[in-house]
Structures are given as structure tokens and as C-alpha cells.
């Protein structure tokens, strides 16, 4: 998993507050996926994004779930006022071009946990 | 609704027999189709992937096999080895139902367990 990183690792935040994480694609990607995993179950699809453009946010919860990928720096999850239930692995992934014949890359993710 | 189904939970196999790991999938828009591997802590690992115009792709010890008639797709590891143990996730993309081929759907994953 070299190469797409992911910070933090682990966050922990109270119910209501603001949780940010963290994506740098691998050195040459522009394309940019997360993923959420919930316990027991496989990742689900949540946004893609090139930069300063969100291409598909089909599986992005309507409320309090935004995203961005801004022409320099990293690309930010962003989930306001979480609940318990947004505890979750988060995972970003890279590509060079979009995803259809090129594998998408994977970091090691953030693990949230809402007290 | 689950479209990329791996109907068993785990499989045990023994070092040097052949692993065989089964995805189906219900959307016939799907046309790229991925494996991943998955240690715990850490995030999915490319393993191989095929077009669908392929039925069969082949890198090192992983060969992957492309039903299109079934919707029905298979990765095959030979030699199995013990470092080979993790979750290994089958994932489909396609132009299905408008989203975009930068969407990922992933089955629920299979845990292979290889023993010495």
C-alpha cells in the first residue's frame, strides 16, 4: 500500500463533533476514490474526485458528508456533527486515469470511532 | 441490493493445493472486474484484474477466470502458501446505472486461511 496515504490512522471524536481525514493519492494520480468499511462487511463506494471537481458522489450520505480535492493538497473527507454509526474504516484510493482499466490503489485507511 | 456476491465466508486450504476463490455478480454492465487482497489493518492490495473482453488473465501464481454468460468469475492461486492467508475482496466496475466507472463494487469478501 505504499504511496496513497492516509492520515490520521486512528480518530476518535465525541458524537457532534467535526471528523477531517486525510488523502494524498499516490505521485502521479489525479483521480481520487473513498471508501467506507463497515464491521463485517466489504467497502462501499462513497465519491470520486479529480481535482477541484467531484465526479461521482453517488455513494455519499446526503447530509453532513462532503468531500474535496482542491488543486494543491491533499484530498479531505470532511463528516459533520458524527454520529455512532459513521464508526468506520475510511479508506482513499488513487488512480492515474479513471478507473477502468487502470486498478485503483489503496492506503492502509483511517479508522473513526465515535465515543 | 448486493450486486457482487462471494458466497463463502472463509476456505481453508493446505500449502501447496490450489486456492479457488468464487464472485458472482448481477449487473451485466459491469465489464472490469478486480481482485483484491486484505490484511487486517491495512488497506486493500491489487492483485489482478480482467476486461471483459477476456475470459482468462494470468500473473504468476494468480490466474483469474471470466464467466460472462454466468456473471460468474473465480481466482485461482497456485502454489498456495501460508503467507497467502487474508481477506481477499472481488470487485466490479462498469457504466452501470449512470455512475461512473471510478465506482468500485466490492463482494463481501473471503477469508482463505492456507495451512503448512
Known amino acids: 500500500n505504499a504511496g496513497v496515504m492516509q492520515n490520521p490512522r486512528h480518530l476518535v471524536r465525541r458524537r457532534g463533533q467535526e471528523a477531517r481525514l486525510r488523502c494524498s493519492p499516490m505521485k502521479g494520480h489525479s483521480h481520487v476514490y473513498w471508501y467506507r468499511q463497515l464491521p463485517e462487511e466489504g467497502l462501499k463506494f462513497m465519491v470520486y474526485l479529480q481535482k477541484e471537481n467531484i465526479i461521482d458522489e453517488s455513494g455519499m450520505p446526503k447530509e453532513r458528508f462532503s468531500a474535496e480535492f482542491p488543486k494543491e493538497g491533499p484530498s479531505i473527507l470532511r463528516i459533520q456533527q458524527v454520529v455512532r454509526g459513521d464508526s468506520a474504516a475510511y479508506f482513499c484510493?488513487?488512480?492515474?486515469?479513471?478507473?477502468?482499466?487502470?486498478?485503483?490503489?489503496f492506503g492502509d485507511g483511517t479508522r473513526l470511532s465515535i465515543l | 441490493d448486493q450486486q457482487v456476491k462471494q458466497n463463502s465466508p472463509s476456505l481453508s486450504v493446505q500449502e501447496g493445493r490450489i486456492s479457488i476463490l468464487n464472485c458472482d455478480y448481477t449487473?451485466?454492465?459491469?465489464?472490469?472486474f478486480l481482485w483484491y487482497k486484505k490484511y487486517p489493518a491495512e488497506g486493500p492490495t491489487f492483485l489482478i484484474s480482467?476486461?471483459?473482453?477476456?475470459d482468462k488473465n494470468e500473473d504468476g501464481r494468480f490466474t483469474v477466470f471470466l464467466n460472462k454468460s454466468a456473471k460468474h468469475l473465480s481466482l485461482h492461486i497456485v502454489p498456495s502458501q501460508p503467507g497467502d492467508s487474508a481477506v481477499y475482496f472481488c470487485a466490479a466496475s462498469g457504466n452501470a446505472g449512470g455512475t461512473s466507472y471510478g465506482k468500485l463494487t466490492f463482494g463481501q469478501g473471503t477469508i482463505l486461511t492456507v495451512h503448512p
Open positions: 449487473n451485466s454492465m459491469f465489464d472490469y
Open positions: 480482467i476486461s471483459s473482453i477476456k
Open positions: 484510493a488513487s488512480s492515474e486515469i479513471q478507473g477502468r482499466v487502470q486498478p485503483q490503489h
